[in-house]
């Protein structure tokens, strides 16, 4: 079981922070205004679209892929997105004189739908921008006519086929801390596969930021004016409720990884902002906590998981087996129900939806299990079944009308429980 008092000691969280995942977290708000920045300067600004394209495909892996996810959130089904995950691997040559092995990332490979064409864009996004994959897809997006934009490092493989494919090429915005520096965001570490580095946490919003610029200036989504610089100052504002040194009884990242922990999570949410965050959430689990979790939308993932409640894993599904050795035995997990949503207007304590994302009673708002509040009713069907098995269900609503506010509000906030589990149970 998770040692809790570890997550009130900032001294010891700073330590198992190998790769300083906590401070790339915390500087998240900034990537997203340098990303900004750096897309008007390379000529966003200046774009001017005859008409939104008939779809948007968004080629990468990991969160250059969740990215892509989240824009299909976000747009809704007025605009066909597309995200093209890899769909083929292959070993990558290495110099002799190279000791270390090649990232497993440089050898993947995409292909276009055979439907992509001249009315379609393809956007290319890399943190690392070496993946050959990337490059000949878009080659291969060029030879069809499609239009190409390409969010890569300057000086990268990719980011130079860009030029020769004539893509719109926007910068990819690296952590601040240095990339060769011991403790940088992705350094794997001595105990991880030399091969598959650990990702920044934070690179997401290094992704997402130019790519919501991008298609905001196309038409395909439709967001405020104002609404990217806002979310970067709610991401700050984020950063600062869930810093390390802030007590777990007021850091509401370390309350929901202390509830998490010695649990199976089943990630639950209602609408495609609040899934699109359980997604996520769930990978950062796996990766950064080394945790399996399991995530659905409502209403589809009551039948999805019913099986679950009544399983080995089920609070009233251990019998009392007298002959069962108890010596020593650990805690059994349990299933732990974790229902996101996002529900606008009026938030708990009657503040109403906060005028700025700035405000610190502006994050996600952990839902009392007796709120008599609106629910759908899959949501109050999910809160029965819960409640018939024995089974936890803790609910965390974003209450914050725009949908882009409200997928930060619990991104952010998610991302940081995930880390601190990690670093507890890592102590532990």
């Not at 990303?35 to 968004?58: E, F, I, K, M």
């Not at 009544?310 to 805690?331: K, M």
């Not at 700025?356 to 899959?378: K, L, N, T, Y």
């Not at 029965?384 to 991104?411: F, I, K, N």
């Amino acid at each position: 079981m998770l040692d809790d008092t570890l997550l009130d000691d900032p001294a010891a969280l700073q330590r198992a922070d190998h790769d300083r995942a906590l401070l790339a977290l915390a500087g998240s708000g900034a990537r997203v205004r340098t990303a900004l920045r750096l897309a008007d300067a390379a000529g966003l600004d200046r774009l001017r679209p005859d008409g939104r394209p008939r779809a948007v495909l968004v080629a990468g892996h990991g969160s250059a892929l969740t990215a892509g996810e989240m824009l299909a959130a976000l747009a809704g089904t007025a605009s066909l997105i597309a995200p093209l995950p890899p769909t083929d691997a292959a070993p990558v040559p290495r110099p002799d004189r190279a000791t270390a092995p090649a990232a497993f990332t440089a050898g993947l490979a995409w292909q276009l739908p055979g439907w992509a064409g001249p009315l379609d864009l393809l956007v290319v996004s890399s943190a690392g921008g070496g993946e050959r994959g990337l490059v000949a897809l878009a080659e291969q997006a060029y030879a069809r006519g499609c239009a190409i934009v390409v969010t890569a490092p300057e000086g990268s493989p990719l980011a130079e086929a860009a030029r020769q494919v004539r893509a719109l090429p926007l910068p990819f915005v690296p952590s601040a801390v240095e990339p060769g520096e011991p403790g940088a965001p992705g350094d794997a570490g001595p105990a991880a596969e030399p091969d598959l580095p650990p990702e920044d946490p934070a690179a997401l919003w290094a992704h997402l930021a130019p790519l919501l610029a991008l298609t905001q200036k196309l038409g395909v989504t439709q967001l405020a004016y104002d609404a990217l610089p806002l979310t970067a100052d709610l991401l700050d504002a984020t950063a600062v409720r869930c810093r390390p040194d802030a007590a777990a009884y007021t850091n509401p990242a370390k309350g929901l990884a202390a509830r998490l922990a010695g649990t199976v999570p089943l990630l639950w949410a209602e609408g495609p902002v609040a899934g699109a965050a359980a997604v996520r959430f769930a990978a950062q689990l796996a990766d950064r906590a080394g945790r399996p979790a399991l995530a659905g939308l409502l209403p589809q993932v009551l039948t999805a998981h019913r099986g679950m409640f009544t399983g080995q894993l089920g609070a009233g599904a251990d019998p009392d087996d007298f002959f069962r050795d108890r010596v020593e035995e650990p805690d059994p997990l349990h299933l732990q129900v974790l229902l996101l949503r996002q529900v606008p207007g009026e938030a708990p304590g009657g503040s109403g939806d906060p005028a700025g994302p700035g405000e610190a009673d502006g994050g996600p708002a952990e839902v009392p299990a007796d709120d008599a509040g609106p629910r759908s009713f899959g949501a109050t069907r999910a809160h029965r079944l819960a409640a018939a098995h024995d089974v936890r269900l803790t609910e965390y609503a974003s209450h914050r009308s725009d949908p882009l506010h409200a997928l930060a509000d619990l991104v952010a906030l998610t991302d940081f429980a995930a880390v601190y589990l990690g670093l507890a149970a890592a102590q532990s």
